[in-house]
């Protein structure tokens, strides 16, 4: 049976550059794997406040999240670090205090830029996240990704062999990482 991975895209711009990564991503990614996105444009601003009564769309993300058997993050990298809109998706799905839905899951972060950086400062400050948030990260292979419209098609198609098969790598790895983290946890496992 197909393991269920909930991805995140870290932008909210119509014409994302980190949505056509997901679109490729998602192409190039072992069978084993079924994607579905993990939707963070409605959600307001995370507030304490809420925390006795969660709004239809943060309790429609922690049930996503919690019904994942893994989580993809293909996020930019606003300001050297993590977008507002993405780093508030993960405080909802952290809180209520005790109720942290990303607790043990395995998560992969990937994500482009127009530059050379290829959001290398945002994973960083992602891995500190998610290492408080006590979720498996996918540590090797890293990928950061310089986009280059010419190769990356609309459509999810990878013009260059290089780039496809280096994506292609960090998805198997990422599958792989997946299955040992789901096997490790399994009842019955020593
Ligand atoms: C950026 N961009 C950017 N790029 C980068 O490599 N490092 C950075 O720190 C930033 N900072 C930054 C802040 C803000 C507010 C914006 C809007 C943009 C440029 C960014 O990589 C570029 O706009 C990408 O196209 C964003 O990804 P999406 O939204 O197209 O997926």
Redesign the pocket.
Known sequence: MAHQIGYF?????S?????TLSKALIKLASDELEFTEIPIKDLPLYSPDYDADFPAPARALKEAIEASDGILFIS??????V?GALKNAIDWGSRPWGTNSFARKPTGIIG????G???A??QSSMRSVLSFLDAPQLNAPEAYVR?DPEVFGEDGEVHNEGTREFLRHYMDEYCAFVQRVLAATAPGHI
Do not use: D, K
Request: glycine share 12%.
């Open positions: 895209v870290g932008s909210l711009a014409n994302s550059i980190n949505r930019p990298e606003y300001n050297r670090s977008p482009a830029s127009p530059g950086i290829g959001t400062v945002m986009f």
